[in-house]
């Protein structure tokens, strides 16, 4: 009968504890990446060709372990006089504290598997990413370095 009683408590708990964390919605929120996978999009300048065409796409939230937080990423150049192929890349994604301007940012830092180069993006907001520099300092024009979430 004692184990019963505790089975059935048991449960009972589990069951409020469900109730009380409340809604589940794997949409955006001011505090960051919450959903499990978002897209952004943009079109970077570039010195020899009409653009940069950025596709960004990382799963995992902030909270999640850092073998699930991943990305890919692809680049195509358009106008380019050498007609050169898109870039692909896929690694692991990190979130850093702070740039040299503001401490309180959040930074994501895109290491690709192998060969290609770190990324650094800066959370302008949910909704949009900004390419940084390496030491986290944002560009002269740094509108135009922009991608915006799908």
């Known amino acids: ?81 050498e007609n050169p192929p898109k870039e692909t890349y896929s690694g692991n994604w990190s979130v850093l504290d702070g740039t040299a301007e503001n401490p309180e940012a959040t930074v994501y830092e895109l290491t690709p598997n192998g060969d290609g180069q770190v990324y650094y993006f800066l959370r302008v907001n949910p909704q949009t990413l900004e390419l940084i520099d390496p030491q986290r300092r944002r560009f002269q024009n740094n509108e135009a370095l922009r991608l915006k979430r799908m």
């Open 1 to 81: 009968m004692q184990i019963r009683m505790l089975l059935a408590g048991t449960a009972m708990l589990a069951m409020l504890a469900g109730c009380a964390s409340g809604p589940t919605d794997q949409g955006t929120s001011d505090a960051g990446m919450t959903s499990t996978e978002q897209t952004y999009q943009g079109t970077l300048p570039c010195r020899n060709c009409q653009g940069i065409d950025l596709n960004v796409t990382m799963e995992g939230s902030e909270e999640s372990a850092a073998a699930q937080r991943t990305f890919d990423l692809e680049a195509a150049y358009r106008g380019h006089p």
